[in-house]
């Protein structure tokens, strides 16, 4: 049989993959960049890039900063306008810029970027269907029966990814879980230059409702939950979001005119308020697949990039030091834990004191108004 052999394979091409790849650019080492999709690909999102993108994509190469700053179709914003179930505004300024960019764009930046180089093998269109690791190396068969071996598989293929779902016990826990709805709207009115927006409505806290501007007039709009009150109140989050367009004073007017590009399409959210099994003998898993995502904001772009990088650069020590087995990968978990742990833990506490007092967001949102102080605090908490 046809063995297609590689050193490692990286299972998904999202922002946790293709920063992976990066990371091994310069490795020397054969890698296998396998998706389903193929690309550029839509990824259900709400597009917000964190302000410290550029800084990451820069430790693993300053050039690659440099392209992601004078990427033009990102839309940039430092302030994040908070409304409160009163609906009093609350304006958090950030120093450093984010940005609103569309997946379709900003994931298809990194995978560009990650296969200019000769030692990525892109496996597009491809979909992942069993993944055994032995003590020897990890076999992989595709979607078309195609055989791949590797030394070691990193596992970057979203929530309930199959890495995960072959080589550990992880299962959802719709504790720490959320689902979250969007769609492009073009025409939305009265968005502020420079920021973007949750909306917090009495009985959906924690849940929220975004606006987030986007270049050509367009917005990403949308409307999120933790899975147990979702299921809980059984709220249909399509509905929902659909009923606080139409029926919100504030919001309403703002959409009188506007149209929407696309349907309203929804996803997971695997929140970053446990710990599950991230590494084992011959595989990390990264992003999503890591269930990595903050638990308060729901933002996880960023903590892909952070772990596909990690991922990478531990990948390399492996490889010089033939080192494949669980207690090697062990380092890898250290450092995404260290990093993400203790802001993940702080936001996740935020997260259930607001759902157990959610006039808690009328509260600050009120002193905030008048205190610096309080903006500046709750600004570094989100
Ligand atoms: C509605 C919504 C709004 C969100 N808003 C934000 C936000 O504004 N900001 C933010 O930072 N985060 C946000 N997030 C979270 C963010 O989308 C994820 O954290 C992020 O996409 C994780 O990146 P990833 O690379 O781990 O996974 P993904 O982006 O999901 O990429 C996984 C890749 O793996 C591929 N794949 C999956 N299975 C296989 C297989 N078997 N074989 C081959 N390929 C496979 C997929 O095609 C995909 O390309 C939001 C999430 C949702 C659902």
């Known amino acids: 049989m046809n063995i297609q052999k590689f050193d490692i394979a990286i299972c998904g091409a999202g922002p946790a993959g293709s920063t992976c790849a990066l990371a091994l650019a310069k490795s020397g080492l054969k890698v296998a960049l396998i998706d389903k999709s193929t690309f550029p690909r839509d990824k ?10 550029g800084q990451v994509l820069g430790t693993i190469d300053p050039k690659l900063k440099e392209l992601y700053s004078s990427f033009e179709q990102k839309e940039a914003v430092n302030t994040l306008r908070i409304f ?28 560009e970027q990650a296969t200019k180089y000769p030692n990525i093998y892109p496996l597009l269109g491809q979909s992942v269907k069993d993944v055994e690791a032995t003590s020897e190396h990890v076999n992989i068969t595709l979607g078309d029966q195609t055989k791949l071996q590797a030394q070691l598989i990193i596992g970057c293929d979203g929530t309930q990814g199959i890495v995960s779902k072959k080589l550990t016990d992880n299962k959802v826990d719709l504790h720490h879980h959320s689902a979250a709805v969007r769609a492009y709207y073009s025409n939305v009115t009265d968005i502020q230059p420079g920021s973007f927006e949750l909306h917090y409505f009495k009985g959906l806290v924690p849940g929220y409702f975004w606006i987030f501007p986007l270049p050509g007039n367009k917005a990403n709009v949308g409307f999120g939950m933790l899975s147990e009150t979702t299921s809980e109140r059984k709220v249909n989050l399509r509905e929902k979001m659909q009923e606080l367009i139409e029926s919100v004073p504030s919001i309403k007017d703002r959409f009188k005119d506007a149209e929407r590009l696309t349907p309203v399409k929804g996803f997971g959210l695997p929140l970053g308020s446990r710990k599950i099994t991230i590494s084992g003998e011959r595989f990390m898993l990264c992003g999503d697949a890591a269930s ?46 260290d990093k993400l742990w203790k802001a993940n833990s702080v936001r996740y506490r935020v997260q259930r004191l607001i759902t157990r007092f959610p006039w808690l967001i009328n509260s600050i949102t009120n002193l905030g108004v008048h205190s610096k102080l309080v903006r500046k605090l709750v600004a570094k908490l989100v």
Not at 44 to 50: E, K, N
């Open 292 to 337: 990595l995502i903050d638990p308060l904001t729901g933002e996880g772009i960023g903590q892909a990039v952070i772990s596909g990088r990690y991922a990478g650069w531990h990948a390399i020590k492996c490889f010089e030091q033939q080192d494949f087995s669980a207690e090697a990968m062990l380092p890898y978990r250290k450092m995404v834990y």
């Open 44 to 53: 259900i999102c709400g597009d917000a890039l964190a302000p410290y993108m």
């Open 84 to 111: 409160a179930p009163n609906t009093k505004a609350l304006d958090l300024s950030f120093p450093i810029q984010g940005a609103i960019c569309s997946r379709m764009d900003f994931d298809n930046f990194l995978f």
